[in-house]
């Protein structure tokens, strides 16, 4: 949301057209960009035709990265891949809920690669100060207010 304000109070109406930037067109923006962009030494970056690879938790056929000499994303096959099969990527090692949150999928459980929890923060100095820590000795990301 607070993007989205950013950029209506600091674009030119006439560049929002005659409806403005309506909010829900936003977010369906912003989330195709985040499930589908890339990271380059240049920040993130669109890569047509790498977006449309698949994740594969397990035995990806391919791995891209970023070359620094030809300045460019490269992918390169990890294995032999047959003619007509899916080229897949790893998205990386994420949780179900990360993966679901961001791409709208999950795996099966016993190809999850990692865990993930969430708990208030409220909820965690109550149960360390029940432990005997002090809220000091956390070492709670700087994120959560003790």
């Known amino acids: 949301a607070a993007v989205h304000r950013l950029l209506v109070e600091g674009v030119p109406p006439d560049l929002l057209g005659p409806a403005g930037l309506d909010m829900g067109l936003f977010l369906q923006a912003r989330l195709c960009l985040l499930t589908r962009e890339f990271g380059t030494p240049h920040d993130s970056a669109l890569v047509p035709v790498l977006d449309f690879c698949n994740h594969a938790a397990t035995a990806p056929g391919a791995h891209q990265t970023w070359d620094l000499a030809e300045?460019?994303?490269?992918?390169?096959?990890?294995?032999?891949?047959?003619?007509?099969?899916?080229?897949?990527?790893?998205?990386?090692?994420?949780?179900?809920?990360?993966?679901?949150?961001?791409?709208?999928?999950?795996?099966?459980?016993?190809?999850?690669?990692?865990?993930?929890?969430?708990?208030?923060?409220?909820e965690v100095i109550e149960v360390a100060t029940q432990l005997g820590a002090a809220p000091g000795e956390l070492g709670l990301s700087p994120l959560v207010e003790v």
Do not use: Q
């Open 71 to 122: 300045d460019a994303m490269v992918v390169r096959a990890l294995r032999p891949i047959a003619a007509g099969e899916e080229v897949c990527i790893s998205y990386g090692p994420l949780a179900n809920p990360l993966l679901f949150r961001t791409y709208g999928f999950t795996v099966p459980p016993a190809e999850e690669a990692a865990w993930t929890c969430s708990f208030r923060g409220e």
